[in-house]
């Protein structure tokens, strides 16, 4: 079957390694001659570096250990690029690089922008007649991709939110004085993370009072009268979840009120969003001249290892081993989807779809799952996630602490 080269992309999740295991275990059962890892994705594999992972993955142990080993085991990159007609000799490095290695099967794990990156290398040895397959593997916690009906990745951080806000609710009851606290949750343009703060409604919590996501232009004024309304019904503390993307009206994120910070952008223009919480809390504490507390997750909801979901490091692994298999039978320009065929019981099959239908494109929360004008999501939305949250993966425990599995150049 030949070589194949395997490399990591974009931010990480608690479970991306799973999906590496995943590649791995099923190019090398389905006689694969080496799988090479990229350090730090495309961009390292352009400056020659990478790893032969047997030299790494030694045995099943091992392999178990990545499974549960959080973010990037291979590293990662924010790398854009470019269309090969306007920069050809980026490709010409690449592939001069694949040949060395005797590549034939190259493996990408990741989000939007890294489909993109897929679907550029596909394009470019369609042109110059390479036979090398490119295939992505599905990635983000922000549950973004087109076409599939979840991401890997983003059931663990679910739980994770949903976790945390009943004991953030809990915490927040203690003292009755009528205590705010605004979470701030990942997610540029798509709210679905931040919407996993619901499912902490349950028979033993009351959940968040409020939930806003970037979906929805944000209201300082409908924040205020809701806050109002809960103190009128002598609510002791209000617990509200916010998408760190939400925006005004007018289109500017709150994160950026009054030049409250300067955000920088990536590789491919994304803008970096953070301190939308404190700066709700400031008008929040001078409005009602309450302790307001802000709580920004930031990289904590990304690899929390030990909330993992079960049901998404299988999924995660899947998704490898079924990039693999394409790619093994002659496929290339393709990424691995989940089609859901049932709720109850969960169920999912993979497929296969053209890259270019997912590259660069952003699935948003459906309008009819966002109620009460903007400030909560509907039952549909948590049910939607509530299957992907399901298990637990037991760490494998060293002197009272989880091992995880580290990359030693």
């Known amino acids: 079957m030949g070589n194949v080269i395997v490399g990591q992309s974009g931010g990480p999740t608690s479970v991306i390694n799973a999906s590496l295991a995943g590649v791995y275990k099923t190019a090398m059962d389905r006689g694969a001659g080496k799988v090479y890892g990229m350090l730090h994705g495309i961009k390292g594999l352009l400056e020659g570096r990478y790893v032969d992972l047997a030299h790494h993955i030694k045995d099943n142990l091992d392999l178990e250990l990545l499974r549960r080993t959080p973010s990037s085991f291979l590293g990662s990159c924010r790398y854009k690029l470019p269309s090969h007609h306007d920069n050809a000799q980026i490709f010409e490095q690449i592939f001069a690089k694949l040949h060395e290695?005797?590549?034939?099967?190259?493996?990408?794990i990741g989000g939007n922008d890294s489909m993109d990156s897929v679907m550029k290398l596909s394009k470019y040895a369609e042109d110059t007649g390479s036979r090398i397959r490119f295939v992505g593997v599905p990635k983000t916690i922000d549950n973004d991709l087109a076409v599939t009906d979840h991401t890997p990745g983003f059931g663990s951080a679910a739980k994770y939110i949903g976790s945390l806000f009943k004991e953030i609710i809990r915490d927040g009851l203690v003292y009755g004085s009528g205590q705010i606290t605004i979470v701030e949750?990942?997610?540029?343009?798509?709210?679905?993370?931040?919407?996993?703060?619901?499912?902490?409604?349950?028979?033993?919590?009351e959940g968040p009072d409020m939930?806003?996501?970037?979906?929805?232009?944000?209201?300082?004024?409908?924040?205020?009268?809701?806050?109002?309304?809960?103190?009128?019904?002598?609510?002791?503390?209000?617990?509200?979840?916010?998408?760190?993307?939400?925006?005004?009206?007018?289109?500017?994120?709150?994160?950026?009120?009054?030049?409250?910070?300067?955000?920088?952008?990536?590789?491919?223009?994304?803008?970096?969003?953070?301190?939308?919480?404190a700066v709700l809390a400031g008008l929040v504490a001078e409005k009602f001249k309450n302790k307001v507390r802000p709580i920004e997750l930031s990289v904590l909801q990304r690899a929390a290892a030990h909330m993992q979901s079960r049901t998404d490091n299988a999924e995660a692994f899947l998704a490898g081993g079924q990039a693999v298999r394409a790619a093994f039978s002659g496929m290339t320009g393709m990424t691995v989807v989940f089609d859901r065929i049932s709720d109850d019981p969960y169920m999912i099959e993979t497929a296969l779809v053209e890259v270019e239908k997912i590259a660069n494109v952003e699935k948003k929360v459906p309008e009819p799952w966002i109620t009460e004008h903007g400030a909560y999501v509907a039952k549909e939305l948590t049910d939607y996630i509530r299957p992907l949250i399901q298990g637990e993966l037991s760490q494998i425990m060293v002197d009272g602490l989880p091992r995880h599995l580290l990359l030693k150049a």
């Open 101 to 108: 290695l005797e590549i034939e099967s190259f493996l990408y």
């Open 185 to 205: 949750i990942m997610g540029r343009n798509a709210g679905w993370l931040t919407a996993a703060a619901s499912l902490a409604k349950t028979e033993d919590c």
């Open 211 to 277: 939930i806003f996501l970037p979906e929805v232009p944000f209201s300082t004024e409908h924040l205020y009268e809701r806050i109002n309304s809960l103190y009128r019904r002598n609510q002791k503390s209000v617990v509200i979840a916010v998408s760190e993307g939400i925006k005004f009206e007018d289109g500017g994120y709150v994160c950026e009120y009054q030049g409250s910070s300067a955000k920088g952008t990536d590789a491919f223009g994304h803008k970096s969003l953070g301190g939308t919480a």
